[in-house]
Structures are given as C-alpha cells and as structure tokens.
C-alpha cells in the first residue's frame, strides 16, 4: 500500500518504527493547513513559516508520545496553537515598531478592494482575545467540529461555542463599516 493511502495512525506507527519517508508524508499532509493556522494566530507570513518549521521539529521530537486517543490532527493543531502562543509571548516581551510603509496610489479596483477588506478581517481577527482567535480560525478557516477545538485548545465543547460566539460578535461589530 502507498504511504498516500494510510491512515494518519497507520503513517505516523509507519515514522514510529523509523520509516523517514512516512514523516515526509505527514509533512505533505498538513504543512499548509498549519501555516495557515498559524499565519491566522500570528497575522505574519514570515512568522508563520518560523513557527510551521518548529511544529514540525516538535513533532519529529515527539511523534513517540502521540497515542490514538485522539485524532492526529487534533493533536498535531494543539502543537501548532502551543507554538503560535509561545511566539506571541516572545513578541510581548520582545516588541519591535513598524517600518514606515509607502502608500499605495490611490486607485479602487476590484482587486485592491477585496485585498483591503481582507487586511481588514485579518486585523480584526488578530485583535481578538487569543482563545476566541483560536476558535475562530479552527472553525471558520480549517472547518473544525466542536469537539476537535475543543480537544485541541483543551476546555470544553460548550466553552469553544461560548468563545466563537463572543468572537463573532466582536468581528461584527469592528468590521460593521465593511457593511455600510
């Protein structure tokens, strides 16, 4: 059988026993669903990509302790929340300011509008208290159930419904202005 035809279990017992070639696999898998998640955590491409290798050293480090309890990716996004939320520590105690940026000529096409509301979204987004962000992005971006967040960020499923729900009303009201 093809490593792409395993189970994420059957991949990871694969790496357990030593086979390099499935830890690529697993790579191939989930590489840019963390990116992803850790870009929406961090609101920085460059950080993100940082912080996706360190996931992934992580996880070589520690695919050992992984056992079928839960879901693998459960497991894997709740390694790549640990490490989002310890570069965001690092930022606070470690502040820097922005460069100034050139402003863009002024013209509205459609392309540049839809870019704008996205910064627009991403900002907000960022904004929020990390726990709802967390929920957030797990839901809204990689299409998670309740009881995947709720594994992930390790509180219960009511309290992931009771933080997207503060989440979305908070967006609705910072971004009220994209509707008018």
């Given at each position: ?6 189970t ?55 695919i ?7 879901k ?21 105690r ?49 299409g998670?159930?309740y ?15 009771s ?16 509707l008018?």
């Open positions: 059988m093809e490593l792409h035809e395993l994420d279990f059957q991949v990871v017992e694969r790496i357990q026993s030593g086979d390099d070639e499935a830890f690529d696999e697993l790579m191939r898998r989930y590489k840019r669903p963390i990116i992803n998640f850790i870009y929406r955590m961090l609101g920085d491409a460059g950080d993100a990509d940082d912080v996706a290798q360190e996931v992934f050293v992580r996880l070589h480090r520690h050992g302790e992984y056992l079928p309890r839960t693998f990716s459960t497991w894997l996004f709740a390694l790549a929340r640990n490490a989002a939320l310890d570069r965001l520590r690092w930022r606070k470690h502040p820097s300011e922005p460069l100034d940026s050139v402003p863009e000529p002024v013209s509205m096409s459609r392309e540049i509008q839809t870019r704008e509301i996205g910064e627009h979204i991403a900002a907000a987004v960022a904004q929020l208290p990390e726990d709802q962000r967390t929920a957030i992005v797990l839901a809204e971006y990689h998670m159930s009881a995947e967040m709720a594994a992930i960020m390790r509180c219960s499923e009511k309290s992931v419904e933080r997207l729900y503060r989440a979305k009303q908070t967006l609705r009201e910072r971004l009220r202005f994209l008018e």
